[in-house]
């Protein structure tokens, strides 16, 4: 069970969907929207991507590539759904409350964050049945090093990470 906690926390745990912490002035003046948060790299795109680190076999690396295109095709209609579902711009919150259609928003969009995260999680139990005990610990090593590249999880601006 604390492994399984483990893991879920290193798969990296998608911010809430209303949360962002860049400033509409970098955005616009990068003339372009930041990537959503669902485009992060999969657990087992993060093995590939460091095949001669883990020094993985050919063997190896031909399985968690079946694997990640499988994760792709399945996370393929819930990113969609995702993407339909952002807002054109981050809201102004302060002109006025959030429309009555967030709350429905936001609980559709938790719901298929977590489909995801299930998805990502399946992926990488599927792939762990392919590392050696010594790839498997480096692996959860690189995990926990590319989810912290990514800035704050849950705690929001600058907050700890839940559980902290």
Known sequence: MKRHLFMLGLLFAAPTFAGSTTTTTQDASQGARRPPPFERKSPVQVLIDHRQDLALTDAQ???LTRIQTALDAKNA?????LEALRPPAPPDR???TP????PAVHEEARGLFEQLR????????E???????????QARTLLESER???GPGHG???????GE
Do not use: C, F, I
């Open 99 to 102: 429309s009555a259609q967030d």
């Open 77 to 81: 209609p819930v990113k969609q759904s």
């Open 94 to 96: 302060a002109q006025g």
């Open 156 to 162: 929001g601006r600058g907050g700890p990470p839940r």
């Open 118 to 125: 299930a998805n990502d999680l399946a992926a990488w139990q």
């Open 61 to 63: 690396a031909a399985s």
């Open 148 to 150: 912290r590249s990514h």
């Open 127 to 137: 792939a762990e049945q392919v590392l050696t005990d010594a790839q498997k610990s």
